[in-house]
Every structure is written in C-alpha cells, then in structure tokens.
C-alpha cells in the first residue's frame, strides 16, 4: 500500500501534540512520511489550527483528522 505524505500540525509545549506524535510513530517507522509543523510559524497555521491541534492533514488529499484519534483511525484515514 502507498502511504500518502502527511502533515501534523501542533506546535512546541502541547501534550495532546506529543500524544499524537506517539499515535502515528509506529507508522512513520513503516514508511509513512509525517511533517512536524508547528503552527507558531504562520499566522494562517495559527488561525485555522490554534484551537484544533493536533490535527493530521493528507499532502494529496487536503484531508484532515482531528484530534483524538487512535492508530486504527489514522490507518483508516490514509486508506479513505
């Protein structure tokens, strides 16, 4: 299966960020591609994630999964 890229947006000292880092490291570590975006760093990041991180965006898709989610909702997301 092609895993699509990824963004997940949060940003330094949250804990459900952290918290959703370790939901998705088990798939970074077979092959999904994650990028770290901390929504600090654009004024637009910050209006559209502020009171939503952590949030899992698909690159290809502009598919977003919000905060909670389980590793078997992340599977489920990059297959949709």
């Known amino acids: 299966m092609h895993l699509p ?3 997940l947006f949060g ?3 949250c ?3 952290e918290q ?3 939901v998705v490291l088990p798939l970074v570590e077979n092959g999904l591609l994650v990028e770290l975006l901390d929504i600090a760093e654009r004024p637009d990041w910050f209006d559209d994630y502020g009171l939503r ?3 899992l965006r698909r690159v290809d898709t502009g598919a977003e999964l ?5 590793v078997e909702q992340v599977v489920w997301f990059l297959r949709s």
Do not use: K, S
């Open 53 to 55: 991180i952590p949030v």
């Open 5 to 7: 890229e990824c963004q």
């Open 20 to 22: 959703a880092e370790a």
């Open 66 to 70: 919000d905060w909670p989610f389980e």
């Open 15 to 17: 804990h459900l960020c």
């Open 11 to 13: 940003t330094l000292g």
